[in-house]
């Protein structure tokens, strides 16, 4: 079937990780096609009058790579994969294998200015480096580390050496991530002093090398897989909403399938009183759309939640480790005056959207706008 179809400015012809089911032909106006990477575009071609869209599905049901949003008011043609298929292998053969090698020079072509594009991100640890510098932390932690009672020690030179021989990584990269796991608690440094009175950090104590090596194959695994990669953009409120079941459920047994249950209505009073958060359905969305799984059971006793608190546990840690690099990549450095969000509360009222503190009785937050509890 093929008809006209009119965009407005703004709107998404089709997103970034959905199976397109159409060839476009662009008529008038202008399409970007772009990724979100870390919360900002990277935008990967404008598409003009005369040009395709859509063109991957045409010889594979496979999913877009990218968002294509109309930049001004725009008209396509869209043409269904099942109409133009029939007529484009009812062709001779000499045009197949041209039109097969044109799609394909385009699809290409598309991924490898993605690929220089994202290449160019300057930010002291952007996305495509966060596996590998914390990758080599945890490998080399383990295979360098000496074994103590509740750590591996590994010599600072030896991972700053290693890391850069072996994984090409710089020394200010590698510094900055051991920054980051000092800040969050995850390893601790010995220093020494030099014959001139100088201290230098001599000796990296790693709490859980296969942890920091877990975060890293996480990382990796959602950073390229196809389509969305939601799990790795940190949401405040997803982080907050995490972390604070993992709390409210400390110590309740799993059942025989792993799932922690947790009576709905004291969960209600305790997410008020304590991370002062009204729980909404819209809340237990969005940890689905994040990739957290949240059921609701009725059962005699009353009304549940159900979770995967060991899941929950490790997603929120995770997110913690990329809420503070977010924060390296925004200031341009690991800001070791700061203290980790979830050291915020002691006392203080802190919202749960943008973590910033708020006086108690206000019912707005005044950075972001948030409602409060009352």
């Known amino acids: 079937m093929e008809n006209l179809k009119e965009l407005k400015k703004g709107e998404v012809l089709f997103k970034e990780g959905q199976v397109v089911e159409s060839f476009y032909l662009v008529k008038s106006g202008r399409f ?74 385009l699809h290409d072509s598309r991924g490898q200015v993605r690929s220089m594009k994202l290449e160019m991100d300057n930010s002291p640890c952007p996305q495509k480096m966060v596996a590998r510098v914390f990758g080599l932390i945890g490998v080399l932690g383990n295979h360098f580390g000496k074994r103590e009672a509740d750590s591996v020690a590994v010599s600072w030179n030896s991972l700053r050496v290693y890391g850069y021989r072996m994984f090409l990584e710089t020394v200010d990269r590698i510094r900055g991530a051991l920054d980051l796991l000092q800040k969050l608690g995850y390893v601790e440094f010995q220093f020494s002093q030099t014959e001139e009175g100088e201290s230098v950090l001599d000796v990296i104590k790693i709490k859980d090398p296969q942890f920091i090596e877990g975060f890293a194959d996480f990382y990796q695994f959602h950073f390229y897989k ?32 792993g799932a922690t249950q947790l009576p709905y209505e004291q969960l209600l009073s305790d997410l008020k009183a304590r991370y002062r958060i009204d729980l909404k359905a819209t ?32 997603v929120s840690a995770y997110w913690q480790i990329i809420h503070e690099i977010d924060q390296w990549n925004a200031k341009g450095f690991v800001d070791l005056e700061e203290k980790k969000s979830d050291e915020k509360s002691g006392g203080a009222c802190i919202c749960p959207d943008c973590q910033v503190e708020f006086t108690e009785g206000q019912k707005f937050c005044g950075n972001c706008g948030f409602k409060l509890v009352a």
């Open 32 to 105: 970007s096609l772009y990724q979100e990477r870390s919360g900002h575009r990277v935008e990967v071609a404008n598409v003009v009058a005369g040009q395709v869209l859509g063109e991957h599905g045409l010889y594979q049901q496979s999913k877009s790579l990218f968002t294509a949003e109309s930049a001004v008011p725009s008209v396509v043609l869209e043409v269904s994969f099942k109409v133009l298929k029939p007529r484009v292998e009812g062709s001779d053969a000499l045009m197949k294998l041209f039109l097969k090698g044109v799609m394909g020079l």
């Open 226 to 257: 196809s389509g969305p990669n939601e799990i790795i953009h940190v949401d405040p409120m997803a982080m907050t909403l995490a972390k604070a079941l993992v709390e409210l459920s400390e110590g309740l047994a799993p059942d025989f399938k």
């Open 283 to 314: 809340h237990l969305d969005l940890l689905e759309k994040k990739g957290l799984l949240v059921q609701r059971k009725s059962q005699d006793k009353g009304l549940l939640l159900s979770i995967d608190r060991q899941e929950f546990a490790k």
